[in-house]
């Protein structure tokens, strides 16, 4: 089993950054390879934001997000994090890491992960 902990989410204005960070821990972390970030607002599902592989570091972002935030992993560390600039209103939410073995990234889904933070809010407000 692989344990995540996500660190570094809080209130902000619209317009401003955060980062977020996700520990990584565990026996079988090996097995792992890719990790990323959804995110989960009030009344609404689970919705991918970003994506990075393990080895190689190749990418992948939802549309709502390309080019304000950026994914990347530092291997020493067993850590990803989420760089989130131009925040927007619509991007509060409850920010969750997670890590697993997706076949294609252009087309990952929440069932290509089987290990989950307990997630981190991020309010931005107007």
């Known amino acids: 089993q692989v344990q995540l902990v996500e660190s570094g989410g809080g209130l902000v204005q619209a317009g401003g950054s955060l980062s977020l960070s996700c520990a990584a821990s565990g026996r079988t972390f090996d097995s792992i390879t890719a990790m990323a970030w959804f995110r989960q607002a009030p009344g609404k599902e689970r919705e991918f934001v970003a994506a990075?592989?393990?080895?190689?570091?190749?990418?992948h972002y939802a549309d709502t997000v390309k080019g304000r935030f950026t994914i990347s992993r530092d291997n020493t560390k067993n850590t990803v994090y989420l760089q989130m600039n131009s925040l927007k209103p619509e991007d509060t939410a409850v920010y969750y890491c997670?890590?697993?073995?997706?076949?294609?990234?252009?087309?990952?889904?929440?069932?290509?992960?089987?290990?989950w933070g307990r997630g981190t809010q991020v309010t931005v407000s107007s």
């Open positions: 990075i592989r393990w080895i190689g570091g190749r990418t």
């Open positions: 997670a890590a697993g073995r997706p076949v294609f990234m252009s087309k990952v889904t929440s069932d290509d992960f089987g290990s």
